[in-house]
């Protein structure tokens, strides 16, 4: 076999890679998932591995189904970017999480288990999510459906201790974040860093009601579930199993929808003054050249 090998790779050698300082590897006639398996297991033991003549890789299948699978790929990719947001979430933009400082999500009209699913990969990406407003995230099913659901969990504990769990938290942000703890291998140290990204409000609190919120339009409700279909409100869920503070949230959040209006309204004064002060403003020639010359005119 080692001979064989030898002939058709041009005398290229057959190696054993681990614990080697470096190894260059000649792509020509291997398969591409097999070789990419093997290169893989070694690259995470420590092996230094470079990859040459990798256009002469083979791949199974004839070159037409090869094209289909990769166009298929693409479609996916590109319709992740191309998603629109829903009408009703006014200065919210469409998520784009990776490798920002940290993320503001307003869970308004999100569905439960999508949303969970898709900062949970968020999360073990390195990305700091906070997640407002968990009261108004949506459930599919009706609310006796879920009150019967949650009343089922409930019945699970510990016969001896109760208290050392399972834990059956009320509030919604505290269900969201156990949602996304059962979506994250939380035992583990990887875990266990993702979660310390996480926060969960009810409400929109101080200081991410002056930041910018963003929406996840592959989980908004209005988008992944049909018109006819029930669904209940989490903040209504939590409330049926003993959370008592909706009254107050409800009474914050209007006094900070009325202090934001006054914000948006000041703000758009602002840059109105801004745009007709700028309009206004009559430069000499050699000022326009300048402005040219620096790419601002």
Not at 37 to 61: F, M, P, T, W, Y
Not at 242 to 261: D, F, N, P, T
Request: proline share 3%.
């Amino acid at each position: 076999a080692q001979g064989v090998f030898a002939a058709s790779a041009a005398k290229a050698s057959v190696r054993a890679m681990s614990f080697k300082e470096q190894i260059v590897v000649d792509c020509r006639g291997h398969l591409l998932g097999r070789l990419a398996s093997v290169l893989a297991k070694e690259l995470l033991n420590g092996q230094h591995v470079i990859c040459v003549r990798a256009e002469d890789i083979n791949i199974s299948g004839s070159l037409y189904r090869n094209k289909l699978k990769y166009a298929n790929f693409r479609r996916k990719f590109l319709a992740q970017g191309s998603a629109q947001v829903d009408t009703c979430h006014r200065g919210a933009v469409v998520l784009e999480m990776s490798f920002k400082e940290q993320i503001v999500v307003d869970c308004r009209g999100h569905l439960l288990g999508r949303l969970a699913s898709v900062l949970a990969k968020e999360l073990l990406n390195g990305q700091h999510v906070v997640c407002v407003r968990a009261e108004d995230i949506n459930i599919s099913g009706s609310l006796y459906r879920n009150k019967l659901k949650y009343a089922n969990f409930r019945r699970k504990h510990m016969n001896s201790n109760p208290k050392q769990g399972p834990l059956h938290y009320r509030s919604p942000s505290k269900i969201l974040w156990r949602t996304i703890r059962g979506m994250v291998p939380h035992k583990t140290a990887r875990g266990s860093a993702a979660l310390d990204r996480l926060k969960t409000f009810e409400g929109i609190p101080h200081p991410y009601d002056r930041k910018k919120r963003m929406v996840v339009p592959s989980c908004l409700k209005v988008l992944r579930l049909r018109p006819e279909r029930r669904f209940c409100r989490l903040g209504d869920l939590s409330q049926q199993v003993g959370w008592k503070h909706g009254a107050l949230i409800e009474r914050l959040e209007s006094q900070r929808k009325v202090k934001s209006s006054a914000f948006y309204k000041k703000k758009t004064a602002t840059l109105r003054a801004k745009n007709e002060a700028k309009k206004a403003v009559k430069l000499s020639a050699d000022q326009m050249k300048v402005l040219e010359s620096a790419g601002y005119a």
